[in-house]
Each structure stands twice: as C-alpha cells, then as structure tokens.
C-alpha cells in the first residue's frame, strides 16, 4: 500500500475514514453512486432480532447549527439482512461493520449469534446507546456494569472484533470504555449524538413525533474531541471517534487526540462524496511541511 | 460494485436565472452537466446546498419543475427560513452543488390526467404536463398572489379568501369534474389538501390517483430513513427512495400527519 496507512483491528487501510451507523444503509446506495472512494470501512445501519418499523414521523428536524434525528433503529430484522442485504454488502469494496442493537441484554448477543452464519461482517459495532428508542438504547450505555456485561455476552458467541458505541449523554465515557475493555470488546466508539428537543414555541410541542432525538453537528466536534481524548488514554483497545466531522482536519484533530479511525455520519448525508473529499484534504494536509 | 449511470450526481452547478415570481416564491435555472438529467422524469428532484458553508447543514430537496433542455433544470422554492432565503440571495453567474435527479417520479401512464394541486405543490406539474395528457388542473391557494401560474394548461383555481375563482378549499372544485374524462389524478400540496382529495375523489378513482409527497428529509438517497412517511400497510416507506411519488393507495392517511413546525 503506497502512502500512509491506519491499522486497524489487525488490517491496513489507505484510509483512517468509517461512516457511521445510521448515515450510510449498509453502503449500497454509495456504492451505487460511486461514493465509497476513500472509505475504510462501512458501520452498517442498527441490526436488530425482530424487524424495527422505527419511530413515527417527523423523525428529522434541522436546526440552525445542526440536525436532530429519532429514527428509532428502523431495520428488517437479522433474519432478512443475513438472506438479503448481507450477500450485496459482501460485493462492497471494502469490509462493513455491522452495528447491533437490542431491548435487552441477551438480545444483542442473540444477534451476533446469528450474523456468525454470514461470512460478510468484518466486526460490529456494539450500540449501547441509540437515544431513540425506549428499551435499551442508551439506557444500557450509562452503566459500566451493563456495558461490561453486554459486551462479555457478546464476546461468548464471537471471534470477530466488535466495538462497542458508547453514549455521550450520562455517565464518564472513559469508565464506560474501560468496562467494555474488561468485557472483552476490541474497541470502543466513541461516541454516539448528544440527546436534544426541539419545541415549537408557540404551540409548546415538540418539532420530533417521538419528542427528544440525536443531535449530530459539526459544531460537536471539540465535544468528541475531549471525549476521544479521555476515552483512548483510559483504555488499551482503539477508539474510533464519532461526532462533528464535516473537514480534513477534524480528522487529523481525533486522531492526535487518540483515535484509531474516525467516522464520519451527518456530514455524508449532506455530502455522499465526503469520503473522498475528506481523504484528499487528509492527505494534503499530512504532506504539508 | 460499479457507479450505474441511472445514479443521481452531485456537481458544482451554474445558476443561470433568478427570478421571485410571486412574493417569496423563487424560479431559479441551472446549468446541470451534460446527459447527468437526460433520465429524469416528472416527479423527481433534487438536493441544493444553499451555502458553502457548515450551515445550514442538510440541504433543501426542490422537486423539478421543468427540464428546459437536456442540461438545464428548473426548480421552484419558497422563501420560509434561511436556507431558502440563502438559495434566494445567490446571483445568477454563481454555482451551486446540486445532487440529482433523485426519488421516484410519476408513472405516467397513457390516458386523461387530472391535476391536483395546493400552494406550491403545483410547481412540478409543468414537467409533468409534457410528459402526460392533461385534460384539467384543479388549483388551490390560499389567496390570489399565491397562485402558481400554470400557462399552457386549462386551470380551475380556487382561494381561501375567495379573491379569485371558487372561493374555499381546492377540494370544492371536485364537483366540477367530469370524472368519466378522467384517467388518472396527479395530486400534490399540503398532507391535510391531499387527504381531504384523496377523501372526496369517486369510488375507484383514489386507485388511479398518485401523490407527490413531502417530507423532512435528511440524505436524500435512502440511507438515513428520515423522511419516511406512513405505509397502508403498516411501517414506513422513504419518500425519498420510494417516493416521492406513490400511488395514493400505499400510503396510510390516517396516519400520516406531514410537515410539523
């Protein structure tokens, strides 16, 4: 491989860009439009046991300085994704990263167990903390010990490597991520969207259906940036850093604060060719003087 | 996995014209590049970044509103925030990032076609009318100067203040149709204009009528399941992907409550 290369989970890649859960599908539509140049890898949309519809409408709203989703985890289920989606995901020109949610704990290594039948997944990503959804979601993300324990029942059914996605929201990101190191997880990303509302004043009801939802901004990233820092120097599995990267140099910044890999979400929904722009910037700005 | 050639593009696209229309209401011509549209069909649209900048961070989705030329799209925006009125500032001689032509449009199928439309939801139909056989368009707006002008096509218009044509609610127009001349209904505006259509149209024509939804929307291209709207039956479908136009029948009007705030 010619040029600098981020190592990661035992591989090289030409690349330190992921694209978050929930901003990309499972990479097919990218790959369509010929967009996952410049990406190292692809963290699939949340795989749950039972299909998800998700969360009623209006599930996104814009604010000035960013944008607030509930989606609620919509997904057909891990019985449809291993017979349909898994066997197209496995054309894509680099490796996905299935993300896994459950409502319980026994849940998300029930899920694992069964994409163990497929060849494609490279790793998950382990989602303890999705802010939209009732059971489960970040409730389990906020208590190391439930971190701890997810992650060592997931670790029973799997030899693959598995992150696990922690919350922002409640609880030290860098005891939430030693916990996950203790359960066994071979990384920690850090971190999921910061829970947010926004209220039609007049009327004094929520602009989301479900009420609250992840706030996802480029104006987050020094947020993630003192959260990867603490979370990296806490443990000694990588940090993939998630939140606020809309530049080249926002990656460059997570990874001097200690990531292994950086993801980037909301900025690829506005730009699907961000990946490749992104890289570019990325590399010019290492071969500076 | 290879790019296909049906996939939408995203370039850097030169604003041609600028126009306010009506007050607020904005005509803006682009450049697009060459063949990237020749596909495109009524009912499709496009993604506009509306400033170079971080913000506002998602763009605006603009249904296509006329393809003047294989290189050369139309769209129709009102202003109501600043993203709008950011895409309103930009001067013809300026670029803007444009990523197209997205979504499902109309299947347009031979036969009489009806028009339904409310406000600005009628800002697509000049496209559509070159594609289509359209014998009548029912048009609704809240009062006179907000009426889209339609030329070329035999209009009923109708206003809430009663300023101009039938005064009240586009779906008192109904009445008037000749539904024996009508094959198919092409319906567009405000969810609760469209249930009410959707209502009052005559048994065995809310099969042949089709609806150019609207929805939040985050990426656009059927990644993020932002935009989804309800299904008859049950879940969600992405208006973005696996719409925006749906035969009115896939969608669950009960349930679907459009654009809040």
């Known amino acids: 491989m010619s040029g600098p290369a981020w190592r990661f989970w035992g591989r090289d890649f030409g690349s330190p860009i992921v694209l978050a859960s929930g901003t990309a599908g499972f990479g097919l539509e990218l790959a369509r439009m010929g967009c996952l140049e410049g990406v190292a890898a692809v963290v699939s949309k949340a795989t749950t046991l039972e299909p998800r519809e998700g969360n009623a409408p209006p599930r996104v709203v814009e604010t000035r300085f960013g944008l607030l989703n509930s989606i609620g985890l919509a997904n057909p289920g891990v019985d449809l994704i291993l017979s349909e989606v898994l066997p197209l995901a496995g054309e894509l020109p680099c490796p996905l990263i299935v993300n896994v949610a459950g409502r319980t704990a026994e849940d998300f290594r029930a899920v694992v167990e069964r994409l163990e039948e497929s060849p494609v997944p490279f790793g998950y990503e382990v989602n303890v903390s999705c802010p939209n959804v009732d059971a489960g979601g970040a409730a389990f993300g906020a208590d190391p010990c439930v971190v701890g324990r997810i992650s060592a029942m997931v670790r029973e059914v799997t030899r693959k490597p598995f992150s696990v996605k922690l919350t922002p929201n409640e609880g030290s990101i860098a005891r939430a991520a030693v916990a996950a190191e203790d359960g066994g997880a071979d990384g920690v990303t850090v971190c999921n969207t910061f829970l947010g509302m926004r209220l039609d004043w007049r009327t004094g009801r929520p602009l989301l259906d479900r009420g609250s939802g992840g706030y996802s901004s480029p104006a987050l990233l020094p947020l993630t940036v003192a959260r990867v820092h603490a979370a990296s120097r806490s443990v000694g599995i990588p940090v993939m850093a998630s939140g606020g990267v809309s530049r080249g140099e926002d990656i460059l910044e997570l990874l001097a604060a200690g990531a292994a890999l950086v993801q980037v979400g909301t900025w690829l929904m506005r730009r699907p060719s961000a990946p490749a722009e992104l890289l570019a910037e990325v590399l010019d700005l290492m071969a500076e003087p | ?261």
């Open chain 2, 1 to 261: 996995m290879s790019r296909d050639a049906r996939q939408p593009v995203d370039r850097e696209c030169l604003l041609l014209e600028s126009r306010e229309i009506l007050s607020r209401i904005w005509r803006v011509v682009l450049e697009v590049p060459p063949g990237s549209y020749a596909a495109a069909s009524p009912g499709q649209f496009v993604q506009i970044e509306v400033s170079p900048g971080s913000f506002p961070l998602t763009r605006r989705p603009l249904t296509i509103d006329s393809l003047d030329s294989p290189d050369r799209i139309q769209v129709l925006f009102e202003e109501t925030g600043a993203g709008t009125s950011l895409l309103a500032a930009v001067r013809p001689g300026a670029a803007v990032r444009v990523l197209g032509p997205l979504g499902k449009g109309w299947d347009t199928s031979p036969g009489r076609w009806l028009f339904v439309g409310g406000g600005l939801g009628a800002a697509g139909f000049p496209f559509l009318a070159s594609r289509v056989d359209c014998s009548l368009v029912l048009l609704g707006a809240s009062t006179a100067g907000r009426l889209l002008p339609l030329p070329g096509l035999a209009v009923l218009t109708a206003t809430e203040d009663g300023s101009v044509g039938f005064h009240g609610l586009v779906t008192g127009l109904l009445d008037r149709v000749d539904w024996r001349l009508v094959d198919h209904v092409a319906l567009c505006g405000p969810v609760p204009m469209m249930r009410a259509v959707v209502r009052a149209v005559p048994p065995g024509m809310s099969e042949k009528t089709q609806v150019s939804a609207e929805s939040r929307m985050g990426c656009g291209w059927g990644a993020c399941e932002g935009c989804s709207v309800p299904a008859a039956d049950g879940g969600y479908l992405k208006c973005c992907t696996d719409g925006p136009v749906f035969p009115a029948s896939d969608l669950d009007w009960d349930r679907w409550k459009g654009v809040r705030g």
